[in-house]
């Protein structure tokens, strides 16, 4: 009898892991195990981040980033360009281009307590984003990011 039970329960974690994995897992608008508000902030970073650089909205760019950020892209040489957040934010008064919704651009990939991980994916380049939470907003400490066109 004990065995039994204790046969059936195996199946059942099985069979919950199964259906977490396959499509039980969390709405598109929240990561798994994370509170919807909590994706909600950190998407809305992101947005600020993208949508000011392409209407050239400095404010909505700093709101976006930490003042320690570092944004980096590798070069051919082997070395990092690197650019502050200060320096970000004087580049987006000069950006603009595609005003639209960015939305279906920006993927949250992990929310860990007070840290995430975003990709945001626009025309001509991808940029991994570590955003993080500082009191009660969240905000991008680092950006790695490439060209598509490798230069």
């Known amino acids: 009898m004990i065995r ?3 046969g059936r329960l195996v199946r059942s974690a099985w069979l ?3 259906v977490a994995v396959v499509g039980g897992g969390a709405a598109p ?3 798994a195990g994370q509170s919807r508000a909590d994706t909600l902030a950190v998407r809305a970073a992101a947005l600020d981040y993208v949508e000011g650089w392409f209407t050239a909205d400095a404010d909505r ?7 320690d950020l570092v944004k980096q892209m590798p070069i051919p040489d082997g070395t990092l360009q ?10 987006t008064s000069r950006a603009g281009g595609a ?7 920006i993927e949250v990939l992990a929310i860990f307590e007070d840290v995430a991980s975003v990709r945001a994916d626009v025309p001509g380049w991808v940029d991994l984003l570590h955003i ?11 950006v790695l ?5 490798g230069r």
Do not use: F, N, Q
């Not at 760019?61 to 003042?67: G, N």
């Not at 690197?82 to 580049?91: F, K, P, V, Y």
């Not at 990011?145 to 066109?149: E, G, I, P, T, V």
């Open 61 to 67: 760019m700093r709101r976006a980033l930490h003042p």
């Open 145 to 149: 990011w490439d060209l598509r066109d």
């Open 132 to 142: 993080v939470r500082t009191d009660d907003e969240w905000r991008i400490v680092h």
């Open 82 to 91: 690197h650019s502050s957040a200060e320096e970000l934010i004087e580049m």
């Open 16 to 18: 919950a892991m199964a």
């Open 99 to 105: 005003d639209r919704d960015w939305s279906d651009a």
């Open 29 to 31: 608008d929240a990561v």
């Open 4 to 6: 039994y039970g204790l």
